[in-house]
C-alpha cells in the first residue's frame, strides 16, 4: 500500500517530526555525514522490520545501529580496550565496529539477523545527533535506498528510490560530507578484519591500535556492504575506461576528464563525496552505459573502488 512520502526541510519542526514518527513505530530517512539512512526505533522489531519491507531488503543481511553516546552503546555491545580505543579515536565519525552482542541488549533480534554480533557506530552529522537526542534510543539505519541500488546522497535520490514507500523523508539541500557508507571493521580478539572499506582508512586504524588490519576471509555476512552485487546502476557499467564509447557517459577522474569528473584535480576525497551523486547523474542521463575512469587504489580509493566493482557486479548488462 502506498504512502504519502513528505519531504521537510531539516529544522527543530522536521526532527520533532521524525522523532514523533519514529516513536510511533515508522521509518524516516534522515542524512548522515555518509549517505541518508532509513531510520527506526532499533528497539522495536516491527519498526525494524518496516526498514526490511521498505528497501526490499534480504532478511540475513544485518543492519547498523546508531547511537548517541558511547555509554548507549556500551549498553548494546561488549568493548574491549582495543574497541573502546577505536571509539575514543573516531567516533563520532564514520566508522562501524561489529562486536559482541551483550544479551541484556534491548536492540530487537532482527536487528542483527539472528548473529552473535551487532554492527555499532556514532555518527557526527548534526541532524542526525539532533534526532537521536530527541528519540533517546538506538536507531538501525541502512542506507534509504532500495537494497541494490545506488546509494543516496540527496532527498531527491531517497524519494525516486523510496517514494511511496515511506512517510518522511528530513532534507539538508547538500551531499553529506563523506559521501561514502561508513568503513567497517570487526573487532575480536584474535585481531582487527575489514569488511567494508570506507572513508576511516586501514592506515588510519593502524595507527591507532599499532597493529594492522587484516581482509575478512569468511565470505559470511556480518555487516552491511558485504553483497558481491551493491551499489548497482540501472545502467552497465565499465571500470578503469580511459576512454569512452559514444553511448557511455564518461566519469573522469584527474587528467581524464570524461563528461564529467569526480574530481578534476585527481583528489581521493573529492571524489568520493561526489561518487553517488555522479552515478545517478549518469544513470540518468540519455547514454545506455556508464564508464570511469581508472581511480587509484590508495587510501581512501580502496573504498571508492569497492563501491565501483560492487557496482559493476550488480549493474544491468
Known amino acids: 500500500m502506498a504512502v504519502d512520502t513528505v519531504i521537510m526541510p531539516n529544522s527543530a519542526e522536521a526532527i520533532a517530526e521524525a522523532a514523533r514518527r519514529i516513536l510511533a513505530g515508522e521509518c524516516v530517512a534522515v542524512p548522515t555525514e555518509t549517505v541518508y539512512g532509513l531510520a527506526a526505533d532499533a528497539t522495536n522489531g ?3 522490520a518496516r526498514i526490511y519491507e521498505a528497501k526490499g531488503r ?3 543481511n544485518p543492519l547498523i545501529v546508531h547511537v548517541g553516546t558511547i555509554d548507549m552503546a556500551r549498553d ?10 577505536l571509539a575514543e579515536a573516531f567516533w563520532p565519525g564514520p566508522l562501524t565496529m561489529v562486536l ?4 541484556d541488549s534491548p536492540i530487537a533480534d532482527i536487528v542483527t539477523a539472528g548473529l552473535p554480533t551487532i554492527a555499532l557506530r556514532l555518527p557526527s552529522e548534526p541532524t542526525m545527533r539532533r534526532l537521536l537526542s530527541k528519540v533517546g534510543k538506538p536507531l538501525a539505519a ?8 545506488l546509494s543516496p546522497t540527496l532527498a531527491a535520490h531517497v524519494e525516486k528510490s523510496l517514494g511511496g514507500r515511506i512517510g518522511l523523508i528530513v532534507d539538508t539541500k547538500h551531499p553529506p560530507h563523506h559521501g561514502l557508507e561508513s568503513t567497517i571493521v570487526a573487532v575480536r580478539e584474535e585481531g582487527i578484519e575489514l569488511l567494508r572499506a570506507g572513508p576511516i582508512t586501514v592506515e588510519q586504524i593502524g595507527a591507532v591500535t599499532g597493529t594492522g588490519v587484516s581482509e575478512a576471509l569468511t565470505g559470511k555476512i556480518e555487516a552491511p556492504g558485504q553483497l558481491l552485487s551493491h551499489y548497482a546502476p540501472s545502467k552497465p557499467l565499465r571500470l578503469n575506461a580511459i576512454d569512452a564509447d559514444e553511448d557511455e557517459y564518461h566519469l573522469g577522474f584527474g587528467e581524464i576528464g570524461g563528461d564529467s569528473s569526480l574530481s578534476l584535480k585527481g583528489n581521493l576525497e573529492e571524489a568520493a563525496s561526489l561518487l553517488f551523486d555522479a552515478l545517478h547523474f549518469a544513470d540518468a542521463s540519455d547514454r545506455h552505459r556508464i564508464a570511469v575512469a581508472p581511480i587509484p587504489e590508495t587510501g581512501i580509493g580502496v573504498a571508492i573502488n ?4 560492487r557496482a559493476a557486479a550488480g549493474s544491468a548488462g
Open 58 to 60: 534480504p532478511s540475513f
Open 306 to 309: 569497492d563501491r565501483l566493482r
Open 76 to 85: 548494546i555491545a561488549d568493548f574491549s580496550p582495543t574497541a573502546l580505543g
Open 142 to 149: 541502512p542506507s534509504a535506498n532500495a537494497s541494490g541500488q
Open 46 to 48: 516491527e519498526a525494524v
Open 100 to 103: 559482541p552482542h551483550r544479551e
